[in-house]
């Protein structure tokens, strides 16, 4: 069964010239003659891709090939500027790890609005907010804000939420690495539950070998284009094969 589709899927994005431009400079560019409309660059180009329930696929590309953007796309933090997204069931991004926290209140009212936002309610987080706590090592810190917490404490606490909720689909961008060593075998046992489970996973990553070993299938992404999805080890010898 399919649970997620992109159709003719395309992202424009403004560049980060048009991002700097504020409306003193446009209308003084104006005045002098000098304005030139910002460009815009096509992040994604008329993308199709079909994922089935259970599958494990590996994203791999060079930087600035579109990865995370697929990523944010099918999560629903961007919208296609044309195309269509269909996705079937709970899905928890990884992205940016602590992207979605307010930095202004506490871990446990974070985990309570994080749980809430993936379509738990306040009482069932509640349940879950002691094993969560304890996974990312957090437990004295339940009542202080998240902006007093390091980058790494964040990171912990994103992981711990995404990955204790059980969703549907996991979308997982370059979070392996998250932590000491420690914490990193704590995040691998956890993710061999997914990886042996129903649960549909999405990862980037740039560790081929992770993906040859780990992956069903692979996606090979080249300025916004899929090039190649496949078996994982042949997609991944094609891309060692190009670059």
């Known amino acids: 069964m399919e649970v997620i589709r992109l159709d003719q899927v395309c992202l424009w994005r ?3 010239e048009e991002f700097s431009y ?37 994203i791999i590309g060079a930087n600035g090939s579109g990865k995370s953007t697929l990523l944010k796309v099918i999560s629903g933090i961007l ?9 079937r069931g709970q899905v928890a991004p990884l992205i940016e790890l602590g992207a979605g926290f307010d930095p202004e209140i506490s871990v446990m009212d974070n985990i309570l609005l994080y ?10 987080m509640k349940e879950r907010a002691r094993s969560i706590l304890e996974f990312a090592e957090l437990e004295d810190y339940a009542l202080v804000p998240v902006k ?10 994103g992981f711990a939420i995404a990955t204790d909720v059980q969703p549907d689909i996991l979308i997982l961008d370059e979070v392996l690495s998250v ?12 993710m061999d ?3 042996n489970g129903e649960t549909t996973v999405l ?4 560790d081929l070998g992770f993906v040859k070993q780990s992956c069903d299938k692979a996606i090979l992404l080249s300025k916004g284009n899929i090039k190649l999805v496949g078996e994982s080890q042949k997609v991944v010898e094609s891309y060692l094969g190009i670059i």
Not at 115 to 120: H, I, K, Q, S, Y
Not at 148 to 157: I, K, N, Q
Not at 179 to 190: A, I, L, P, T, V
């Open 179 to 190: 932590g000491d060593e420690s914490f990193k075998n704590k995040c691998k046992k956890r």
């Open 203 to 206: 990862v980037v990553s740039h």
């Open 79 to 87: 919208q296609p500027t044309t195309g269509t997204v269909r996705v």
């Open 22 to 58: 504020d409306l003193k400079k446009t209308i003084l560019s104006i005045v002098e003659g000098k304005y030139r409309k910002p460009a815009k660059k096509l992040v994604l180009d008329h993308i199709d891709l079909v994922v089935d329930k259970g599958e494990k696929i590996g």
């Open 115 to 124: 749980g809430v936002l993936l379509g738990f309610s306040r009482s069932e």
């Open 14 to 16: 403004r560049t980060q």
């Open 148 to 157: 007093g917490l390091s980058s790494g404490m964040v990171a912990r606490l």
């Open 193 to 195: 539950s997914f990886w």
